[in-house]
């Protein structure tokens, strides 16, 4: 396969023969397609195709190593251990089944109750960011 470029810019990803010249004919059943790209063709403005570059998917979340790091974290246990038992308890259970959305609420609503120090919140978002948890721990 080839790309053709016309003269407009427009670009052709066109099959080729067993001899590596375009077949227009597999291409495209219009007369003036095919002049317009045999042309371009002739004039060189053709190059080998290569396919776009996929990015590769991102690794799924580690929910198991995020939460094994925020227990390890002492300004997660000293921050936590200070919201009602209730709410930490609300907290690890959206953990625990990995639940973003439910965590990312949950998390907001403790922060409103109270307030982790930036430096704290800055080290749990690097967590989530390492173990691709989508939540903000800071804003």
């Given amino acids: 396969m080839i790309t053709i470029t016309l003269p407009s810019g427009a670009e ?7 001899e590596g010249t375009p077949d227009l004919d597999v291409y495209t059943t219009s007369p003036n397609t095919r002049v317009a790209l045999q042309t371009a063709y002739d004039a060189g ?8 570059q996929t990015e590769p998917e991102p690794p799924p979340p580690d929910w198991s190593a995020f939460r ?14 200070g919201l009602p ?14 639940n973003a959305e439910a965590l990312q609420r949950v998390y ?13 919140a800055a080290e749990w978002q690097q967590i989530a960011q390492e173990n691709g948890i989508p939540v903000m721990f800071d804003a």
């Avoid at 052709?12 to 067993?18: I, Y």
């Avoid at 038992?85 to 990995?98: F, Y």
């Avoid at 907001?108 to 704290?120: F, G, K, N, V």
Wanted: contains cysteine; negative net charge.
């Fill in 12 to 18: 052709h990803h066109v099959p080729t023969t067993s």
């Fill in 45 to 52: 403005d053709w190059q080998p195709y290569e396919p776009p």
């Fill in 68 to 81: 094994l790091a925020l227990l390890q974290s002492e300004s997660f246990r000293t921050w936590s251990e």
């Fill in 85 to 98: 038992a209730t709410w930490r308890e609300d907290l690890k259970m959206a953990a625990l089944v990995a």
């Fill in 108 to 120: 907001d609503y403790c922060e409103s109750i109270s307030e982790p120090p930036q430096a704290a």
